[in-house]
């Protein structure tokens, strides 16, 4: 499962912001697909608890908020504690939980759908 993450930033097709600790990468966010929606968002787990996360988000936001977006949307699986509580720090809130189809694992989970309104 690390390797697949290491590799996400070089095959992504949208934009990837990459962060850098000690020449190290630390995490990144990409947004891809829909111009309103954080697509992925990634912390190595030696990284983690340091404002990476937050720090890529909130860029993310920025961003998106330049581009005149009303919200912003990213998802998680509705087990991911940590990052619902990451995203509602950052100002988001659920606007849906239930069963979703996942395509790239091919089995059902249970997800969040979580939203920030910009400006």
Not at 65 to 85: C, G, K
Request: proline letters at 3%.
């Amino acid at each position: 499962m690390q390797q697949e993450f290491g590799v996400f930033p070089h095959e992504a097709k949208g934009e990837i912001f990459v962060a850098e600790l000690a020449g190290e990468i630390a995490g990144w966010g990409a947004w891809e697909g829909e111009r309103n929606y954080v697509s992925d968002l990634w912390v190595h787990p030696d990284f983690q608890g340091r404002g990476v996360g937050r720090a890529l988000l909130l860029h993310l936001c920025e961003l998106m908020a330049t581009e005149r977006l009303a919200t912003v949307r990213v998802d998680t699986h509705a087990r991911n504690e940590r990052a619902i509580r990451l995203y509602e720090r950052c100002g988001f809130s659920i606007i849906w939980r239930g069963i979703e189809f996942s395509k790239s694992m091919g089995v059902p989970l249970e997800k969040v759908h979580m939203e920030k309104k910009l400006g």
